[in-house]
């Protein structure tokens, strides 16, 4: 899997840390605390990763190619 950085939104309500991965729609989680967030949160994005990768390989029914696109 790619290694890059991604971007965690963190707030807290009511003794909770809540938070997103800007960059993927869907991963965000709540913990009690922030280390726990970040962990939940990186577990969370490499299965959505890993799922959106699996769904994208069902698609490409014949031959296809890999390519890194970079921004």
């Known amino acids: 899997m790619e290694r890059r950085p991604w971007?965690?939104?963190i707030s807290q309500e009511e003794?909770?840390?809540?938070?997103?991965i800007a960059e993927v729609?869907?991963?965000n989680a709540?913990?009690?605390t922030k280390?726990?967030?970040l962990d939940?949160?990186?577990e969370v994005l490499r299965e959505a990763l890993?799922?959106?990768r699996h769904d994208a390989l069902a698609?490409?029914?014949n031959q296809y190619e890999e390519v890194v696109v970079a921004l």
């Open 15 to 20: 003794g909770w840390r809540i938070g997103w």
């Open 59 to 61: 698609h490409a029914i």
């Open 25 to 27: 729609p869907g991963v």
């Open 35 to 37: 280390d726990e967030l």
């Open 7 to 9: 971007t965690a939104i």
């Open 40 to 42: 939940t949160l990186a």
């Open 50 to 52: 890993e799922m959106n």
């Open 30 to 32: 709540q913990e009690r």
